[in-house]
C-alpha cells in the first residue's frame, strides 16, 4: 500500500490499470498497488491525462471546472485575475473553478472588425499582437479603408486595429495639408508662333478624399495636366506682344478653368503663379535691341528737354540783364569773382598804364 497526501489547493485523480476510478479532495488516502493518483493544482489549467469527455461523466468532477470550446475562426483570450494570460486557439479547454478568477472574452477572427469590448491595451500586447494588423494614420492625413477590395469607409486620425486573416485590408493615406505642383519646362507657342518656356506652380489642398483617393487614380497627375492644358490655352490664343500687355490676366483665367477639373478630383486649388517665362535666343536678341533703343530715344528726349530749358533760362536772364544795368554788372563781377578763384597769384609788370587797366577791369565805375 501507499500513502498519498491531497492539499487544500489541489485535487487527486485515481486511476486504476490506466481506467479513470474517482476524484479525491483535500485529504490523506492510501491505495493498493495498481492504483494511480495525479495530483493537480487547481490554481492552474487543467491538462487532462484522458480524453476529457471521460472525466466529464464524473459530475463532481465536472462541476469543479470550466471547459471552454473554441471553433475555427476563432480565439479566445484568457484573462487571470483581470489579466490577460493568454490566447486560446481552436480546440477544447479545462479550468479549475478556484481562487483565481478566469475570465474569457471570445473574438471571431474570419471577420476583420475587432469587437468593441478588446481594449487597445490588449491588442497591443505580445499574446494578442501576432492575432492583430494595424495602421496608424498621423494627424495630418485622412485614408481610405478597402476591405476585401470593396470601398467602406473614410478614416480620421488616430490607430485603427483589425484581426489578421485571409481577408485582404487597404489604407490608403493622403496628406491633408498644403502641397505644392511645380509646372516646369512647358514648352509653349504663342499665336504668332513664338515658342516660348514658362516655368509656372501651383498650390493646393486635398478638399474630399473619397473623390480623390476612390473616383480618381493619381490625382496629382490630373491636377498637372489640367494646368498644363489651361497653360497652353491662353498662351495660344495670343500673340507674343498681346501676351506681355496682358500677362496679369493669366493667373485668372488658369485658375477660373482649373477650377472645376480640380473640383471633380476633390482638390481645392488656393493659388497659380508664373516664376519665368524663358525667350528663345534670337527672340531674346531682338527684345534686347528694341529695349536698348527705346531706352536710348528715352534719353535722347530728357536731353533735349534739359537743353531747351537750360536755353530759355538763359534767354530769360539775357533780358533782365538788357533792362537792368545793375544786374549786368553784378553778373559780370560774378564771372569775375570765377575767374579770380582759378588763380592764386598775379605777377604785374610794366609801368602804371598796366596798373590803370588792371584797376579798369576789377574795379566798378
Do not use: C, H
Not at 498497488?33 to 480524453?51: A, L, S
Not at 496608424?136 to 469607409?153: C, T
Amino acid at each position: 500500500m501507499k500513502k498519498v497526501k491531497v492539499n487544500a489547493w489541489q485535487v487527486g485523480l485515481v486511476f486504476k490499470n490506466d481506467e479513470y476510478k474517482k476524484m479525491l479532495l483535500a485529504g490523506s488516502y492510501w491505495f493498493w498497488k495498481g492504483e494511480q493518483v495525479y495530483i493537480y493544482d487547481i490554481t492552474k489549467q487543467f491538462v487532462p491525462p484522458v480524453e476529457l469527455n471521460i472525466l466529464l461523466q464524473d459530475q463532481r468532477l465536472a462541476d469543479l471546472l470550466q471547459v471552454v470550446e473554441v471553433k475555427d475562426n476563432e480565439i479566445v483570450l484568457q484573462f487571470e485575475n483581470g489579466l490577460l494570460k493568454q490566447v486560446l486557439v481552436t480546440g477544447r479547454y479545462a479550468f479549475w473553478k478556484s481562487v483565481v478568477k478566469n475570465e474569457f472574452i471570445r473574438a471571431d477572427i474570419s471577420k476583420p472588425e475587432i469587437e468593441a469590448d478588446i481594449g487597445r491595451s490588449v491588442l497591443a500586447k505580445a499574446p494578442v499582437s501576432n492575432w492583430v494588423r494595424n495602421s496608424e494614420v498621423q494627424s495630418y492625413e485622412k485614408a481610405v479603408l478597402f476591405i476585401d477590395g470593396k470601398f467602406v469607409k473614410v478614416l480620421d486620425p488616430g490607430m485603427y486595429y483589425w484581426w489578421k486573416n485571409g481577408i485582404p485590408i487597404y489604407v490608403g493615406k493622403a496628406d491633408m495639408r498644403q502641397q505644392q505642383l511645380e509646372i516646369n519646362g512647358q514648352e509653349i507657342l504663342t499665336k504668332d508662333k513664338a515658342a516660348l518656356r514658362i516655368n509656372a506652380w501651383a498650390q493646393y489642398k486635398l478638399a474630399d478624399i473619397e473623390k480623390a483617393l476612390v473616383l480618381n487614380k493619381d490625382y496629382d497627375k490630373q491636377l498637372y495636366v489640367a494646368f498644363q492644358l489651361a497653360l497652353r490655352e491662353y498662351v495660344a490664343g495670343y500673340s507674343f506682344d498681346e501676351l506681355l500687355e496682358k500677362k496679369e490676366n493669366i493667373v485668372p483665367f488658369i485658375l477660373q478653368r482649373v477650377k472645376e477639373k480640380a473640383e471633380a478630383l476633390g482638390v481645392a486649388v488656393s493659388a497659380f503663379g508664373i516664376r519665368d517665362i524663358i525667350l528663345p535666343g534670337d527672340v531674346k536678341e531682338i527684345m534686347n535691341q528694341v529695349l536698348i533703343a527705346e531706352k536710348k530715344a528715352q534719353a535722347n528726349i530728357i536731353m533735349r528737354r534739359e537743353e531747351t530749358a537750360s536755353t530759355r533760362s538763359l534767354l530769360n536772364t539775357a533780358k533782365l540783364m538788357e533792362e537792368n544795368a545793375m544786374l549786368w554788372k553784378l553778373k559780370e563781377m560774378e564771372y569775375v569773382e570765377k575767374i579770380a578763384d582759378k588763380i592764386s597769384n598775379i605777377s604785374v609788370g610794366g609801368n602804371g598804364q598796366l596798373l590803370e587797366q588792371l584797376k579798369q577791369i576789377l574795379v566798378s565805375k
